[in-house]
């Protein structure tokens, strides 16, 4: 495999940053931008603003770059609080980011999407894949639907190769978030039990992925030697809520869960990902597997 100089914005994130590490394992040079400097073992770290063309500019000034992996974004809550600055950064930052690598001969812009930017998909029979029509049901997910089709539209127009690498509900150990802090304690309190609070009824199915496995999808697309589409949805599991928590109790029974009366908005309860398996040959660990295995490590 070439290795390749690899720009990951958002590389200090969830995502981000497993996406970092696993890139440079692989000999890759990997460049991460982000607003804020931060640490980094065996990869570059630059402070830009993607709402910023200038700031972009002088951030990148002398890389050249065969791949951007684009992950900047506001979330679903931020997006609906704040639709003015969703705007700029979630569809015109990644318009700058795009004009940048177009007019630099960048040869591949990987987008990284949502399972938002599908829609509920509420009269689909079955997994949705991604020839489904896209029906965005909230601010989010339009701005993510908008910039599959900037990306499509722009690269038709130049040599730039775009891929959308559409995520679900993403677990994994980590910082809690203010909102969603479930999503990352199924795995912290896995060494220690505690308690963890899902907001959704018992039996709701979330489409669920670890963001290691969330990363390496990513990553495949970024490396594969071509890609015949430009949609891609990352592989997901789809288990209720209930069946989520007896699988962390079943390696920590000190972990208490209770659960709230929330149901799924926003994005499919189940999503077929058979495109990129196939494709590709990309495989993710079970969420099962990814906490036997999170437990080993901290012993």
Known sequence: MRKQTILVTGGN??????LCRFLTAQDHRVVSMSRSAYETSGYESVVGNVTDPTSIEGA?????????????????TASRNNPGMATRVNTLGTLHLMEYCAARNVKRFIYGSSYNAMGTQETYEGAVPETAA???SDFYGETKRYCEWLGVTMCALSELEFASARMSIILG???PSPTSAW????YNLLPTGGHIAIP???????????????AEGIAALALAPALRESIYNLP?????????AEAVQAHQPDV???????????????????????????KPASLVDRMAAYLQEAD
Request: charged share 25%; with cysteine.
């Open 200 to 214: 959704f009824r018992r039996e709701e199915v979330l489409p669920m992925a670890h963001c290691q496995d969330v």
């Open 13 to 18: 994130g969830f995502v981000g940053a497993p």
């Open 183 to 186: 999503r990352t304690d199924v």
């Open 60 to 76: 990148l000034a002398g890389f050249e770059f065969d791949t951007v992996i684009h992950l900047v974004s506001m979330l679903v």
């Open 134 to 136: 896209p029906s965005p």
């Open 256 to 282: 208490e869960f209770s659960f709230g009366d929330r149901r799924l908005t926003g994005i499919p309860h189940t999503v077929d990902s058979s495109r990129i398996q196939e494709e590709l040959g990309f």
């Open 173 to 175: 150990p980590g910082v």
């Open 236 to 244: 997901s599991e789809s288990i209720t809520a209930g069946e989520l």
